[in-house]
């Protein structure tokens, strides 16, 4: 099993894009974030992403 770790986003969402295409090209099969959102707009993000496999 392959896991993706993110944290500390801090509502920068380019990087935030940029770590979901990483993991995708890794193909990672389960992704978690350790924390820092910060702002619940990054959370809507986040749902938008839900489903990375």
Known sequence: MRIGILSDTH???QMV???V?????EQV????HA???VS???M????RT????
Request: aromatic content about 10%; charged content about 30%.
């Open 11 to 13: 509502d920068n969402l």
């Open 17 to 19: 894009d940029a770590a």
């Open 21 to 25: 295409r990483q993991l995708n090209r």
């Open 29 to 32: 099969d389960l992704t978690l």
């Open 35 to 37: 924390g820092d959102y």
């Open 40 to 42: 619940p707009f990054v």
């Open 44 to 47: 809507r993000h986040d749902d």
């Open 50 to 53: 839900a489903s990375w496999g």
